[in-house]
């Protein structure tokens, strides 16, 4: 009995650590197109920041959702954020996110 207690609580454990594949693959859309192309999908990032090899590294961050607690139903907002890595020639070589 302890046995699948034990299981079932490293099972859904993870579980919640698990990844989002429609992110993942929402942000393959954005390999290999410029900086152009992003500013007009996505607007101005919140941070720029250069790369040392070159290139640039672009965070956006969002708001994605949440949860409305029971006393004074306080919402407490997901924050998401998503980081998009610029190579030499100006193109997305690399994305990743965070908290979504």
Not at 66 to 94: I, R, W
């Amino acid at each position: 009995m302890h046995a699948a207690v034990y299981l079932l609580a490293i099972g859904l454990f993870l579980g919640a650590c698990s990844h989002n594949p429609y992110l993942e693959n929402s942000l393959t859309r954005y390999q290999g197109k410029d900086r152009a192309w992003i500013e007009k999908e996505l607007g101005p990032p919140d941070a720029k920041t250069t790369r040392f090899f070159g290139g640039e590294k672009w965070t956006y961050n969002r708001i994605a959702g949440g949860k409305a607690g029971p006393p004074l139903f306080n919402f407490k907002a997901n924050e998401c954020q998503m980081v998009l890595f610029f190579d030499k020639d100006e193109t997305v070589s690399d994305s990743t996110y965070t908290g979504c």
